[in-house]
């Protein structure tokens, strides 16, 4: 079993890769698996339309994991100053390959991983799949994951034209821009970091932008090192039963992704005046060029750059 860690920002695409890579077989994708505890505290609805605790796979899965009896530890502690050390601490082990010291200096940490991991475990059991996807897009997730799990966690940096991701976020919150353009950049230099540090072969960038121009070229090459094995369990679940992401949210009959673009027609010129004074110059690090008819397809590929290739670069084994 092997999982695929969505890492990035909101309203980047993460909803849409997903369904596109559960289509495939041998695919599960569990959504924001690090909301799991919130949902299962105030028994949200799952994907399925039902809520969680009487979904039938998330009370299956949960049974398999042993956790029918509690509620799952699923997220970074509530406190901020401690998420924060948290992080901190997980990006040191996971720079300096010191493993040891992060499960020293990480105790919450530890008891949230380890809950995961049994939820992973039970849902490659309860469906047969190979290759699961986990769309909680925060870095720090993904850093608790590959310092003290010991599965096989493959990162996944999934990236969006800043504009269309603040443009995005304000068209659907109302969030105040600056905070929106600040997050994002967070965000987005977290990935950076990330990939500069992480052993590239085992480190995939995708494009939202690609992944709507050249779908089965994307997937294939995220999914590279899958292997569906033989059918076990119930059978793939797909996305059905999907935690968080855009709610609603359906693939086209076809299955074909629409590139949105809104924000090239939308975006107010002081929104885009002030997303070019703070972040600007990070988003033409991605490949997108400053003007709102600049940048609105992928950019081509370049060698050596910080974003690798337009459509993903292909995971290789460890």
Not at 150 to 161: A, E, N, Q, S, T
Not at 261 to 275: C, H, N, Q, T, Y
Not at 308 to 313: E, H
Request: contains cysteine; hydrophobic residues 40%; proline residues 6%.
């Amino acid at each position: 079993m092997q999982v695929l860690c969505i890492i990035g920002d909101s309203r980047s695409g993460s909803t849409l890769l997903q369904a596109l890579l559960s289509r495939r077989p041998g695919v599960v994708g569990l959504g924001e698996l690090r909301r799991l505890e919130l949902f299962w505290a105030e028994n949200r609805d799952c994907a399925c339309g039902a809520p969680i605790r009487a979904c039938g796979f998330w009370s299956d899965v949960m049974a398999r994991a042993g956790l029918a009896d509690r509620h799952p530890r699923t997220r970074p502690p509530t406190w901020r100053l401690a998420k924060l050390l948290g992080e901190a601490a997980a990006f040191a082990g996971h720079v300096t390959g010191m493993r040891s010291t992060s499960r020293l200096l990480l105790p919450h940490g530890h008891r949230v991983t380890a809950d995961i991991a049994r939820l992973y475990r039970a849902a490659a059991e309860r469906t047969g799949a190979a290759t699961l996807i986990d769309a909680s897009k925060d870095p720090g997730h993904f850093l608790y994951l590959d310092q003290l799990s010991g599965l096989d966690v493959r990162p996944v940096l999934l990236i969006r034209d800043g504009r269309a991701v603040v443009w995005s976020k304000i068209r659907r919150t109302g969030i105040d821009p600056t905070t929106a353009i600040d997050h994002w950049a967070r965000i987005t230099r977290m990935q950076l970091a990330l990939n500069h540090r992480r052993r590239q072969s085992r480190t995939a960038i995708v494009h939202y932008e690609a992944i709507c121009d050249a779908p089965a070229r994307t997937l294939d090459a995220l999914l590279a090192d899958h292997r569906p094995g033989p059918a076990g369990g119930d059978g793939p679940a797909g996305d059905r039963h999907h935690i968080g992401g855009t709610p609603g949210f359906r693939l086209a009959g076809d299955g074909a992704p629409h590139l949105d673009l809104r924000w090239a027609d939308e975006m107010p010129d002081d929104i885009l005046a002030l997303f070019e004074r703070r972040a600007g110059r990070l988003n033409m690090r991605l490949g997108y060029p400053a003007g709102r008819r600049a940048g609105i397809t992928a950019p081509a590929a370049r060698a050596g750059g910080p974003a690798g290739s337009a459509a993903a670069r292909p995971l290789a084994s460890a």
